[in-house]
């Protein structure tokens, strides 16, 4: 199941260019950990099926359901907050300012200098490589990414298979849609995985361009061009939106209110039998 010994190389074009949740005796969530001072929550993969069933509301095309295997893998609880966004990068581009609130205004290509620059001050290997425009993944880093969609959509549904996390219904107790701007991350209660706001607040950027779900089903990611996944709906969305299922996209720089991320790492590596290629495919 475990990917991470072999190398995938993905790449995705850029035109140009603290709190922890730590759940107990929850089956896949293992505790709260992380390397340095960013913390991040373990997650213990599985099988699980992606998508939606054919009878959810609001289904689109591009939700096929299909069974998909993910390894274990670590992501930050909440999505990346202003100040911890200002602390490595030293600016804020928010347009609702608060240092609990999540970071927006931030393009994908911002979020992968975000990820190499946090590697960089905590002294790991960056898990991108910046050349020619082209951002370049080494699966077998053990540096900050973004997260998946295979894995942001298993650790959005925690073990669930309904619309929502939470059920069948989501309600604006429950999370931050059809509102009026973002509120404070941890504002509601976490998913059975300890994550907050994986529902809601802003969308989130994943590491993969956006197309048809890629052939493989092993820790999948799509190789694409300057069109990238966003994933959860925002304050923005309509609740059906922000369904676990529910796949949004944009240019890979674009700047908007309701759009920021979270971050990932993957669990274990084992340097000794992870080979490395710094070239695309």
Request: glycine share 8%.
């Amino acid at each position: 199941m475990n990917n991470l010994k072999r190398i995938a190389v993905f790449v995705c074009i850029a035109a140009v260019g603290n709190s922890v949740f730590a759940q107990e005796n929850e089956e896949n969530v293992e505790s709260a950990e992380g390397k340095g001072k960013y913390q991040l929550v373990s997650i213990t993969g599985g099988v699980f099926r992606m998508g939606s069933a054919k009878a959810e509301r609001r289904r689109r095309r591009d939700e096929r359901s299909r069974e998909v295997t993910v390894s274990d893998f670590m992501l930050s609880p909440h999505e990346v907050t202003q100040a911890e966004y200002t602390d490595v990068m030293g600016i804020n581009p928010s347009h609702n300012k608060g240092e609990r609130l999540p970071v927006e205004r931030v393009s994908w290509f911002e979020a992968i200098e975000f990820c190499n620059k946090l590697s960089e001050r905590e002294g790991l290997e960056a898990a991108y490589i910046v050349s020619e425009q082209k951002i370049i993944w080494d699966r077998g880093s053990a540096g900050y990414r973004l997260p998946t969609e295979a894995e942001w959509e298993f650790a959005c549904r925690a073990n669930t298979s309904t619309a929502y996390n939470v059920g069948e219904v989501l309600s604006t107790d429950q999370a931050n849609y059809y509102g009026r701007k973002t509120l404070p991350v941890e504002s509601f209660p976490p998913n059975g995985f300890g994550l907050f706001d994986m529902h809601g607040n802003v969308w989130e950027w994943c590491w993969d361009g956006y197309g048809s779900y890629p052939r493989e089903t092993d820790d999948p990611a799509a190789e694409q061009d300057s069109i990238c996944v966003v994933r959860g709906g925002s304050f923005r969305s309509t609740a059906l939106d922000a369904r676990s299922a529910s796949r949004g996209s944009s240019t890979a720089t674009y700047l908007s209110r309701d759009t920021g991320f979270r971050v990932a790492r993957n669990l274990d590596v084992d340097s000794e039998d992870t080979v490395k290629q710094l070239g695309a495919l």
